[in-house]
């Protein structure tokens, strides 16, 4: 999904949801920041899960230079004690290890991504420990550039809505649904300004 000539795309989300329009304009130009579609990719998506940028970004970091470069042979040449003393937890060693082996083994192919479609990408990844559905999800928006993608268990996301039509409560998945059904066929660009209108740098 290029990140130019959206005018039609943001005429339609704004047409289609009154609530959603002023976000839009308050959210400026759609600018997402998109990543390769690779298993770099998502193993740094575990290693941020449950953690706030700058800590996730140094252990990143310690992590690529451990590996000279991130691949299922380099990740499996490190022992896990190695792994933990670079700062990851002993569960996310094991996560990160789970789909070294599962990408060099063949059951997991990042080359076929592209041509799979959403429910069977969420299907192809989710085996790997530690992988749910969001993370597939947020892999799906910024790594494969999926414009229709509503991740109905992100916090975030759930708390824009909250906030933006005037919710007594956090909304549940279908309640989601319904409230982004006009938003097809781009639900991922308006989730991306709901971010944006929580000051959110989304991303992976």
């Given at each position: 999904m290029a990140t130019?000539?959206?005018?039609g795309v943001l005429k339609h989300l704004r047409a289609a949801d009154p609530v959603l329009a002023p976000l839009i304009e308050r959210g400026g130009p759609y600018a997402i920041a998109y990543r390769r579609p690779v298993f770099e990719t998502l193993v740094r998506s575990i290693v941020f899960q449950q953690l706030n940028g700058r800590a996730a970004v140094t252990i990143f970091n310690r992590f690529r230079d451990a590996c000279g470069r991130v691949t299922p042979e380099a990740v499996l040449a490190l022992r896990p004690e190695r792994m933990r003393a670079l700062g990851l937890s002993g569960q996310k060693s094991a996560y990160i290890r789970?789909?070294?082996?599962?990408?060099?083994?063949?059951?997991?192919?990042?080359r076929r991504l592209s041509r799979l479609a959403d429910d069977d990408v969420i299907a192809h990844l989710t085996p790997v420990k530690g992988i749910g559905v969001w993370t597939v999800q947020m892999f799906l928006i910024f790594a494969l550039r999926r414009p229709d993608v509503l991740p109905v268990a992100d916090y975030g996301i759930r708390v824009a809505i909250k906030k933006a039509y005037g919710l007594p409560d956090l909304p549940k998945p279908a309640e989601m649904e319904t409230v982004a059904a006009p938003w097809r066929p781009y639900r991922s660009v308006a989730c991306w300004y709901l971010w944006r209108s929580l000051d959110n740098q989304a991303g992976i």
């Open positions: 130019n000539g959206f005018d789970d789909l070294a082996c599962k990408t060099r083994d063949g059951d997991v192919v990042f």
